[in-house]
Nanobody, 127 residues
C-alpha cells in the first residue's frame, strides 16, 4: 500500500488543521492505521491510531481531547483533525499502515508493527 499525506502547513497556536492520508492499493480496511510525528532533533512518536473498522482508537496523552483520528474505508482515507494546537506540536507528521493484528485500545502500538509509511507532511505551529 502507498500512503500520501496532505494538509500540513502553518497554523497559529490554538488553531485547527486537518491532515489527510490517501492510501492506494487493495484491502485498505485490513490495515490498522496511525499517525506519528517527529519534531526536529527528536524521535518519531505515535500520535494516534485507529483500528481496521474505525471502532477503536488510541491517542497519546499529549493530544488526547484535542486531536481526532478517523477513517473512511470506502475512500481509502484516514484523517487527523488537530485542534487547539500548541507550538510543541510542530513536527513532520507521518501516516502509517500495519497489516498485523495489533490492538489500539490498551497501549500504544509499536512503530515496528507498521509496514508502510508516507513521506510526511510538515506542520508548523506559530506562537
Amino acid at each position: 500500500v502507498q500512503l500520501v499525506e496532505s494538509g500540513g502547513g502553518l497554523v497559529q497556536a490554538g488553531g485547527s488543521l486537518r491532515l489527510t492520508c490517501a492510501a492506494s492499493g487493495r484491502s485498505f480496511s485490513s490495515y490498522v492505521m496511525a499517525w506519528f510525528r517527529q519534531a526536529l532533533g527528536k524521535e518519531r512518536d505515535i500520535v494516534a491510531a485507529i483500528s481496521r473498522s474505525g471502532a477503536f482508537t488510541y491517542y497519546d496523552s499529549s493530544v488526547k481531547g484535542r486531536f481526532a483520528i478517523s477513517r473512511d474505508n470506502a475512500k481509502n482515507m484516514v484523517y487527523l483533525q488537530m485542534s487547539s494546537k500548541k507550538p510543541e506540536a510542530t513536527a513532520v507528521y507521518y501516516c502509517a499502515a500495519s497489516s498485523r493484528a495489533i490492538g489500539v485500545t490498551n497501549s500504544a502500538p509499536r512503530q515496528d508493527a507498521f509496514d508502510y509509511w508516507g513521506q510526511g507532511t510538515q506542520v508548523t505551529v506559530s506562537s
